[in-house]
Each structure stands twice: as C-alpha cells, then as structure tokens.
C-alpha cells in the first residue's frame, strides 16, 4: 500500500480545493487525519522503537500515552452517538506519539491507529492549508509506516474506520454576544433569551448529518472550554467526519475518502457559522 507522488499531489482550484470556501484566517488550532484498523499482527513494544529509529530525523521526541478507543460510526435502526466504543486491546495498551521537530506536526501510532496531526503551538503558527500541505504529508507518512510494517513482516492493515477533524477556536469575549456571532440560527427564538428565560450562561451543541451512500457522518460540536496556551474562556467549534471505506480501498481510495470528508467539514462549518464571522475570518469565496 504505497501513495504515489501523483496522488500526492496538490492539485490547487482544479483538484482537492476546487470551489470549497476558503478563508484567509480562519480559527482552526488543530487538524488530524486517522486511520482505524484490526489490530496489528506480531506488532509489540519494540516496534515502537523501530518506527522511531526510521523517523528519528524529522520526529525527534516521543511521548508515551494510553491508547485511543475507536468511536464507530453506525446506521441504521442504531442510533448515532459521540462515544467511543472501548475496544479491548491484546498487546501492548500504549499509543505513542511522535513530535515533529518544528513541533506543529505529530504522529501518533498505536497498535490499531495510524493518526497525523498538524496543531497550532504558537500565536504565530499559520495553519498550512489542507490541499498545499496536510493531504501529501499525511500521504508520504503513512507511506513510510506501511514501508516499515513491510520491512518488519508485519502483515498489513486492514482499514476499519478513517476519521477526519478540525479543531476552531474562537475567543469569548463578548459572552453570549459571541455564540450568536457565531452561529446564526442562536440569533432568534430561546437559546437567545425568550420572555422568561435569559440568554443562556453556557451551551454545548452536538449535531450530526449523514453523508450521502453512508460514506460516513459530519459530527459538529460546539462547547465552551478553556484556551492551554493563555487560560482564555473560548468557544471551541469542532467538526468531525468518520466513515468507514472499504477494508481492501486502494490508497488512491483512501484519498479520495479523505477529501470528501475535509469537503464536507468545510461547507459545514460555512452553513453553520454565521456572514458576521465570515468577515472576521476573511472569507474569500
């Protein structure tokens, strides 16, 4: 399973970034692009040290934390849910991540998991721009991991669920003032304040909408939280898609999922958010 320079490739207005909305300074801290599959055959510890030996060079510090559960997106007569769904893991428990040396860019592998994360670190730190960047160098990483199950004899991954995701932060600074900004269907009827109830102190959303063919479902979540870096009340706007390809998709295919997916996040969260923001963010289309 190896992506070629081709499918790598940014195709810019005429490819993966064709008539989406784009924004010159949009609120996104954190993006990651994950794949799920079946636990990894003749996997253990010292795979971990392996791996990192073949990245050293450009991820220089490691992390050791508990594995991820696996939230499984179903249809049907089940209803959806934001849980994960635990499943019991045989060896070893532990997810590692990886850290970039300009520390904005993470791996994270455990023995089901494959993720790429780009997260804003710094004020300063532009977010590069799925298309120009985060697509090819999430292609080229799981390239070289699938080279590396290769080298060791590890049988190959059997795709079970891709997610993808990104994370908006939005200041409150004007309380109740910004959730209406925010979001444009708050500016009318009782979540703003009717003839008894007052604007509401906090509110946490969860909405979710079916892809078409059931290639998966676009979770947003909106939630109040508390910015890391400077301890500032926020408005945290995240938008998810999880969908499950076929467990024999080519990489080719597993791209193509994954544009979908980003699609889908970026014309959701212009439907969702409101033309006052948009300005703000420096909406160009």
């Not at 592998?109 to 670190?121: H, M, P, Y």
């Not at 009717?194 to 676009?218: C, D, Q, V």
Request: net charge negative.
């Amino acid at each position: 399973m190896a992506i070629s320079s081709e499918e790598t490739k940014s195709n810019g207005e005429s490819g993966t970034d064709s008539g989406l909305p784009h924004y010159d300074n949009p609120p996104v801290v954190e993006t990651f692009l994950s794949v799920a599959f079946n636990e990894l055959d003749k996997w253990n510890i010292p795979h971990f040290g392996l791996y990192w030996r073949e990245i050293r060079s450009d991820y220089p510090k490691f992390e050791i934390l508990p594995p991820l559960p696996t939230a499984i997106e179903r249809y049907g007569a089940v209803s959806p849910s934001d849980e994960g769904v635990l499943e019991l893991l045989s060896q070893p428990p532990v997810r590692c991540w990886f850290i970039h040396q300009s520390s904005t860019r993470l791996i994270q592998v455990q023995n089901d998991r494959f993720v790429f994360n780009w997260r804003k670190i710094k004020p300063e730190d532009i977010y590069p721009r799925f298309d120009e960047a985060i697509r090819g160098q999430f292609a080229a990483e799981w390239s070289r991991f699938i080279a590396f199950l290769k080298s060791e004899s590890v049988t190959p991954p059997t795709v079970t669920q891709c997610e993808i995701a990104y994370i908006n932060h939005v200041p409150l600074e004007d309380g109740w003032k910004t959730y209406q900004s925010l979001v444009e269907g708050f500016s009318t009827g009782s979540l703003s304040g009717g003839e008894f109830l007052p604007s509401p102190e906090n509110i946490n959303l969860h909405a979710t909408y079916l892809l078409p063919e059931k290639k998966g479902r676009l979770h947003i979540h909106l939630q109040p939280a508390t910015r890391n870096i400077d301890g500032k009340r926020i408005v945290q706007l995240t938008l998810t898609v999880r969908g499950s390809p076929l467990p024999t998709a080519s990489d080719a295919e597993l791209l193509e999922w994954f544009d979908l997916g980003r699609e889908w996040i970026v014309r959701g969260f212009t439907d969702f958010t409101s033309a006052t923001m948009h300005e703000v963010w420096q909406r160009r289309r």
